[in-house]
DNA sequence: AAATGGCGTTAACCTAGATTAATAAATCTA
DNA sequence: TAGATTTATTAATCTAGGTTAACGCCATTT
């Protein structure tokens, strides 16, 4: 495991890289993201102080990963490296309490994430947002959070202004 | 544990109740979904054989669960029953290996899904749909293919008929 | 076999959010 | 601190997919 600080803008992963990378952030803020074929950024998530960021499905599948990592402020991060061939732990013993725990807030932070995708309005995605990361959304710009909720810095900054005037 | 068969169309759960549930399929097939304030279903997802069906969220954070499950074909299935309040294992003793690598595979599945409702078309959707699951395709009607995919009946009708069309 | 109800398809019209573009403010850099 | 770059905002226009509605096809029920 090695720790190191990553400046702001700085990347800690790019994409089709041989080795995968489980991050853990120590202090400040990162975002995984992926650029889709007409050369759009998506973010997949953010992860302040605290959250582990990795890329599940490309170990779980030995694939290369699909997306970048770069930090949003200074950060220290401490950095698990895999080969991609590498294999997934196959048994109880060779995780950690604190994987597993991880592992299910995942799910539960994603499970959030596809329902509010598939059912939520881009107002009410973002109401939830600011109402789940309330801390996050002072830290990073506006266009991040639109690229985030699955809409453009536009669409963003109208609703904003609908919702100020709304009440 | 409990074990039970359900006919083409039972409920196995339903929202608010005061028992969280975690359903293996062991034959048959499965889909959760919710229903969103305009009377709206959307797939959370479907289960075959094998397949782990659970409230991660809800069980996370003690919540009542906000989905239906039900039957699309006559199945099999063990239930797990747990009140809303108990908690989540909190070391690792307390998991199977089964159900550690169950959350590794939702994870790879879950962050897919995201990938795919931030940054694909509705036809790219549908074709990645049916790479990833070409033994649902024929077992679910279109339309809960549709809802799966974050679009309607409609729609889904049309991009067939392009895609057809198109070669 | 008639009636009922779910399902897929097609088509006309509509709308949430995308696209494009222009501007101003904030931030970075030399 | 001047110039360059990034960011947020506003507005005009466009479009993917939604909405509504009608029709035909199967199944299931009576």
Redesign the pocket.
């Known amino acids: 495991m090695e720790i190191k600080k990553v400046a702001?803008?700085e990347f800690v992963q790019k994409p089709d890289e041989l080795k995968h990378k489980i991050i853990h952030v120590v202090t400040g803020l990162l975002r995984m993201y992926l650029v889709d074929d007409?050369g759009?950024e998506h973010i997949y998530m953010f992860a302040p102080e605290g959250w582990t960021l990795s890329d599940f499905a490309a170990i779980a599948e030995s694939k290369k990963s699909i997306f970048y990592i770069d930090a949003i402020e200074n950060s220290q991060i401490e950095i698990i490296t895999k080969g991609v061939d590498e294999k997934i732990p196959r048994t109880l013993d060779e995780y950690t309490d604190q994987t597993i725990e991880m592992m299910g807030r995942r799910i539960a932070t994603l499970q959030n994430r596809v329902v509010m995708l598939l059912s939520?309005?881009?107002?009410?995605?973002y109401k939830q947002f600011i109402a789940t990361y309330p801390d996050i959304v002072n830290r990073?710009?506006?266009?991040?959070?639109?690229s985030y909720l699955?809409?453009?810095?536009?669409?963003?900054?109208?609703?904003?202004?609908q919702k100020n005037t709304k009440r």
């Open positions: 702001k803008g007409d759009k939520f309005s881009a107002l009410d995605r990073v710009p506006q266009r991040m959070i639109a699955g809409i453009t810095p536009q669409a963003l900054s109208k609703i904003r202004g």
